[in-house]
Antibody, heavy 118, light 109 residues
Framework: EVQLVESGGGLVQPGGSLRLSCAAS????????MSWVRQAPGKGLEWVST????????YYADSVKGRFTISRDNSKNTLYLQMNSLRAGDTAVYYC???????????WGQGTLVTVSS | EVVLTQSPGTLSLSPGDRATLSCRAS???????LAWYQHKPGQAPRLLIYGASSRATGIPDRFSGSGSGTDFTLTISRLEPEDFAVYYCQQYDSSPTWTFGQGTKVEIK
């Protein structure tokens, strides 16, 4: 059974940093691209970032480019999102998602809440 | 950048009704790269339809997808109580960029 479990969310001040983790199990992690998708309070889903299976290629939404860094450790079956220079607009539930044949997301985690507030 | 516009914003229906949800793209989208998701509060989103019309594993056949180019539709033939949720369309382009529509809420009338 595929499982994706996010952790690392919490309350952080504007300008601060946070690192999210996503522990994956139930599939060969190193064979799949992985992504982060977020949902701000009362809003819809927003793609944040994707990393290829090897970790060599990474992609970002314009809203987070230059502030967020996606990475992975295939030996630990874990996906990461380093978030710097956080803003109030980054407040959201952050979901980890497995890419299936790259363009779509076939499994999602339950999400971790990030609140940026003073 | 492709923008996906979903309509209506909210659909008020009763169990047993037919639901028709629309997703319109600002420019032509490859059908291969159009998907639909169901999202309930406090739960992980769930892939329903991929390739515009193929059902994901375990998805009941009351869910169907259709369309091409800029106009896509998700149809739920007979609403079950567990189908009341928010539905999102999503597309992928070769930038690469992944884009979601703003969602349609299907609520109990």
């Amino acid at each position: 059974e595929v499982q994706l479990v996010e952790s690392g969310g919490g309350l952080v001040q504007p300008g601060g940093s946070l690192r999210l983790s996503c522990a994956a199990s139930g599939f060969t992690f190193s064979n799949y691209a992985m992504s982060w998708v977020r949902q701000a309070p009362g809003k819809g889903l927003e793609w944040v970032s994707t990393i290829r299976d090897s970790g060599v290629s990474t992609y970002y939404a314009d809203s987070v480019k230059g502030r967020f860094t996606i990475s992975r450790d295939n030996s630990k079956n874990t996906l990461y999102l380093q978030m710097n220079s956080l803003r109030a607009g980054d407040t959201a539930v952050y979901y980890c998602a497995k890419n299936w044949n790259y363009p779509k997301f076939d499994y999602w985690g339950q999400g971790t809440l990030v609140t940026v507030s003073s | 950048e492709v923008v996906l516009t979903q309509s209506p914003g909210t659909l008020s229906l009763s169990p047993g009704d037919r639901a028709t949800l629309s997703c319109r793209a600002s420019q032509s989208v490859s059908s291969s790269y159009l998907a639909w998701y169901q999202h309930k509060p406090g739960q992980a989103p769930r892939l329903l339809i991929y390739g515009a019309s193929s059902r994901a594993t375990g998805i009941p056949d009351r869910f169907s997808g259709s369309g091409s180019g800029t106009d896509f539709t998700l149809t739920i033939s007979r609403l079950e109580p567990e189908d009341f949720a928010v539905y999102y369309c999503q597309q992928y382009d070769s930038s690469p960029t992944w884009t979601f529509g703003q969602g349609t809420k299907v609520e109990i009338k």
